[in-house]
């Protein structure tokens, strides 16, 4: 079975640990790379193939994630995203996507996937 390719982008340092270590015990996905703000995204996606973007909402430099994934759905719109956050809310998030997403999942963690 093939592994989904994860990029994991995460500023807190404790929580991209923890995440890491799920991604990479899973067995059902590989983490490509975990970086802290979400303006490298794009850079690193010209080069590199992704199937799932695991993306904080605040992220280093002041990278607003919500901002990121509309740039990414225009650009790889193949790319699933999970939004995570620790004290994200459902209204902010929906204030901010646009109308031209499509929310695929809602969890009750407020984890939102596109």
Do not use: W
Not at 41 to 47: D, H, M
Not at 71 to 97: H, R, V
């Amino acid at each position: 079975m093939e592994k989904y390719k994860v990029l994991l982008v995460e500023d807190d340092p404790l929580a991209s640990q923890l995440i890491e270590i799920f991604i990479n015990n899973s067995g059902r996905y590989t983490l490509e790379k975990s970086i802290n703000s979400a303006s490298m995204v794009g850079v690193y996606l010209i080069k590199n193939k992704i199937d799932l973007i695991l993306m904080d909402v605040c992220t280093a430099f002041n990278a607003n994630g919500l901002d990121a994934v509309e740039k990414i759905k225009k650009d790889y719109p193949d790319i699933k995203i999970i939004i995570i956050g620790a004290t994200i809310s459902l209204t902010n998030i929906f204030s901010n996507i646009s109308r031209s997403h499509h929310v695929s999942n809602i969890r009750r963690n407020s984890t939102l996937a596109f």
